[in-house]
């Protein structure tokens, strides 16, 4: 079983719809990123959390660390949304900050 | 510069060649990552180098990949002997981080490898 699992795998959505995207991890964390991937594309990060809520326009990203679980949440969705989410965590047992990926999650909006 | 950049963007060799990847960092970052994304594997860590500590090296995947780290700066990935296994698109990051896991990884573009 993997330590970073992703749900969807896979999303389609209808632009303005509200989009979830899952992550569960099985480690313990000190820190937990959600990144964005456009297709050819390089990877831009979006949120590192550790505990609670982050907002940033029109995206949340929540954690919970004793469920180990973190949500990221696209509200209001745009077809320039469409990108591969992942989300990786930093094993509190590792040395550094090396990450540890989920799947990714591919997501497309269509207007 | 304002980001990480990687080159080349894109290299084609033959198996059995070997082939280096070089990686600028932010300046002033003191850590820096190798990452890989394959078709099969998704994203995985490599190498990790912090300041002038010994790296981590415990994601390379065989010891015909090496790193090294020039004056706390550059890096270059040489993968020698090239197999068909290794083409993927390898991913440098850098951050800031002194460790704890409270600092932002930035991502350089890439370099696509693929080897025939």
């Known amino acids: 079983k993997n330590e970073v699992e992703q749900s969807p795998q896979n999303l389609t959505a209808q632009e303005g719809e509200f989009i979830t995207i899952n992550c569960s991890y099985s480690v313990g964390i000190s820190a937990l990123h959600w990144l964005q991937q456009h297709p050819g594309g390089g990877i831009v990060s979006l949120f590192m959390?550790?505990?609670g809520k982050k907002k940033h326009g029109r995206l949340i990203a929540t954690i919970n660390i004793q469920e180990k679980h973190s949500s990221l949440h696209i509200t209001a969705s745009h077809p320039r949304d469409s990108a591969v989410y992942i989300c990786a965590v930093i094993a509190r047992k590792a040395a550094g900050n090396k990450l540890t990926f989920g799947g990714g999650t591919r997501v497309l909006v269509k207007p | 510069g304002a980001g990480v950049s990687q080159s080349p963007s894109n290299k084609v060799t033959e198996k059995g060649k070997d082939v280096e990847l070089r990686c600028d960092p932010i300046?002033?970052?003191?850590?820096l990552y190798w990452y890989r994304q394959s078709l099969g594997q998704g994203l995985e860590f490599l190498i990790y180098f912090q300041g002038n500590s010994a790296p981590d090296k415990s994601g390379l995947p065989s010891d015909r990949f090496s790193a090294e780290r020039t004056g706390g700066s550059v890096s270059t990935l040489t993968i020698q002997r090239t197999q068909q296994e290794d083409s993927a698109v390898y991913l440098c990051?850098?951050?800031?981080?002194?460790?704890?896991?409270?600092?932002?990884?930035?991502f350089g573009p890439g370099t696509r490898l693929t080897v025939l």
């Open positions: 959390l550790s505990s």
């Open positions: 300046s002033g970052h003191t850590a």
């Open positions: 990051a850098s951050s800031s981080s002194m460790g704890g896991g409270t600092d932002t990884q930035y």
